[in-house]
């Protein structure tokens, strides 16, 4: 195992590879080592690997920007520093010295003949981190996919730590029948030629089982899971006919399996880039037919978006929605599609509300469709009590009398 004592000091800022591009053995090493070190401070925006637990934390101080896959055991347990930031900010931010970035912890595929390393699963703030750094140390693991897009020279390289072993994976969500109801209005919005940006989960997945009698779809997102592939063997993801980027399906995050990473390796139809293209709005203003699908924890009856906090629980986080929210809603013959199940907690709770119970995510300015299993809510362009009438529609019957009632009030005061 690497010595990180030799080149880690107190009160270093170490910022880390995130979701399935996450440097395994150097958490494993920062974990065993960081209290003889002392005073670290680490962010990551996203984890999937279950070595961040409450347990672990007396290594460092951990920050991310949500509490987004096995994160969310630290923010119950009051030990993760959640910081309001869309995924798109994180790497100017940290060129700009706002996060600080002493110390680079990255994954790598093996280098090519050039000596440039594939960054492999993640390329979204890599390189801003890796530019910054005092010392970058690299995990270059031979199981790694070079996948073609952003790369990483050995001559950035300060350290490097060779392994071989499975990078993480994220096995498929399972689709129940409330997925499928919700996948089946979003299908519609999707015809031929659209260019999809989707996160990963039963939803998307489920999305994307239903366009298989598609042609020429396109990708341009900032992460992407094994729906992918079956999209690419079924010959209807193209990208043929994007205005750019053209026979190239964009994307920032790989997060699934292993058939995923496979399919990704030095694959020319695909290319990782850092979240400066994948989420900039002038790139994404090129492109026409755009469906952004993206998710909630709460929606309220004038369109406000909670993907975040749910009352005292912090569940989710800003992620790259509002960029893309903004962006399908703009787009030409395109939308911007906000899903959520109808209810939570056994059909307890509805998740249509009068007032959201924790931050604005995505301002009702930006909001475009909503949908739940009961209907798909177009919001663009209504007036706030016509948004109201149009989003109890689409909540569920048991809380549609009381919605009535809040959706009223809107409407007599008419704002």
Known sequence: ????????????????????????????????????????????????????????????????????????????????????????????????????????????????????????????????????????????????????????????????????????????????????????LCAEFIGDGSVIQTGVGAVPDAILRLLHDRRDLGVHSGMLGDGLVDLAEAGVLTNARKEIDRGISINGALIGTRRLYDWAHRNPAIRMTPTSYTHDSGVLGRLSRLVTINSALEVDLTGQVNAEQSGAAYLGGTGGQVDFVRAGARSPGGASLMVLAATAKGGTISKIVPALSGPVTSARSEVDVVVTEYGAARLKGQTLAERARRLVAVAHPAFREDLDRAAFEIARRGF
């Open 1 to 184: 195992m690497i010595d990180l004592t030799q080149t880690l000091r107190p009160g270093d800022h170490i910022v880390l590879g995130q979701a399935c591009g996450e440097p395994t053995t150097l958490v494993e090493a920062l974990i065993a080592q960081g209290p003889a070190i002392g005073d670290l401070k680490a962010f990551i925006a996203t984890s999937f690997s279950g070595l961040f637990t409450p347990e672990t934390a007396g290594a460092f101080r951990l920050s991310s920007m949500g509490a987004i896959g096995a994160l969310r055991a630290m923010t119950r347990a009051s030990l993760l520093d959640v910081i309001p930031v869309h995924v798109s900010q994180v790497a100017p931010l940290i060129a700009a010295g706002v996060m600080p970035c002493d110390v680079a912890m990255i994954q790598v595929s093996p280098p090519d003949a050039q000596g440039n390393h594939s960054c492999g699963l993640i390329s979204d703030y890599v390189r801003a981190a890796v530019d910054k750094a005092r010392v970058v140390i690299a995990e270059v693991n031979d199981q790694v996919p070079y996948v073609p897009g952003e790369t990483i020279p050995a001559s950035a390289i300060d350290v490097a730590v060779t392994v071989s072993r499975p990078p993480v994976e994220v096995a498929p969500a399972k689709i129940g029948p409330t997925d499928e109801a919700i996948a089946r």
